[in-house]
C-alpha cells in the first residue's frame, strides 16, 4: 500500500489518467464522412488540452520540490492525492462513455445499409402494388 501512495503522492497517477483519457480526443477529432459527429467535441477537447497542461504543471511542481530541497513550494499532498483520485475516477468514466459510443456507431453503421435497402426493397414493393391495385 505504500508503494500505491508514493507513487500516488509523486504524481504518476495524473500523468496515467491524462494517457488514458487521451483517446477520447481521437475519438472526438474522428471523420465520420458526414456522419454524427462526436457530441460536444470541440468541450472535450478543450477540457482534455487543460486538464492536460494541468496534469503536468502540478507533475513538475511536484518533481521540482522532489528534485531541489531547497525550494519549498508549500504543496498540500493530501490534496494533490485526493485530487489525483478524482480525476482518475472522472478518467475512468469519460474513457468508458467513450467506448460505449464507439461500439454504439460501429454497430449504426454497420446495420445501417442493411436498413436502408431493406426500406428501400420494401418501399418499391408498396409502390408496386399500389400501381397494380390502381389499374
Do not use: C
Not at 86 to 100: D, H, P, S
Not at 108 to 130: L, M, N, V, Y
Amino acid at each position: 500500500m505504500d508503494l500505491v501512495i508514493g507513487t500516488v503522492s509523486n504524481g504518476e497517477l495524473l500523468i496515467f489518467s491524462v494517457s488514458f483519457a487521451s483517446p477520447i480526443f481521437l475519438a472526438a477529432m474522428q471523420d465520420r464522412g458526414g456522419k454524427s459527429p462526436f457530441p460536444g467535441a470541440i468541450w472535450h477537447i478543450f477540457t482534455l488540452i487543460g486538464f492536460a497542461i494541468g496534469a503536468a504543471a502540478v507533475f513538475g511542481l511536484l518533481k521540482i520540490e522532489a528534485l531541489v530541497p531547497e525550494i519549498k513550494l508549500g504543496l498540500n499532498m493530501d490534496a494533490i492525492r485526493t485530487l489525483s483520485y478524482y480525476i482518475f475516477a472522472a478518467a475512468l468514466l469519460l474513457r468508458y462513455t467513450t467506448m460505449v459510443y464507439q461500439k454504439m456507431l460501429s454497430a449504426a453503421d454497420a446495420s445501417g445499409p442493411k436498413q436502408d435497402k431493406d426500406f428501400a426493397d420494401r418501399w418499391a414493393a408498396h409502390a408496386e402494388d399500389k400501381e397494380n391495385k390502381g389499374r
